[in-house]
């Protein structure tokens, strides 16, 4: 652990500055969430799942075709920081569904394929 992160926690522990409900830390530590740092990743985002976008367009369920690291790995070759975990929380967040059909996870062999 780096001294001045001990540091700053004895100077938060000497201060006894009351913090808000829920809180161990004061606000404002921490990364930026990578949408801070690049604007325009979702943009991108959707520009990729766009033509690959299923769903009925009455229905709020949507999903892509396109797989998590297929989606990282070309926004990655767009100049952008970013993991297939990410990709999946942004999406959660726009409404698509992160669930596969069942069959064509289950493979060809299935005795209830053609059910």
Request: with cysteine.
């Amino acid at each position: 652990m780096s001294d001045r992160t001990v540091r700053n926690g004895i100077k938060e522990l000497e201060a006894r500055t009351p913090l808000t409900a829920n809180r161990q830390r004061n606000l404002g530590g921490g990364r930026k969430s990578r949408e801070e740092e690049q604007p325009t990743l979702v943009a991108q985002l959707e520009s990729l799942i766009e033509p690959t976008t299923r769903g009925d367009p009455q229905s709020p369920l949507k999903w892509t075709c396109k797989s998590l690291p297929n989606l990282a790995d070309e926004l990655q070759k767009r100049g952008f920081q970013v993991s297939h975990t990410k990709v999946g929380r942004l999406l959660k967040q726009a409404g698509y569904s992160l669930q596969a059909n069942r069959k064509t996870r289950e493979g060809i062999d299935h005795p209830d394929r053609n059910a």
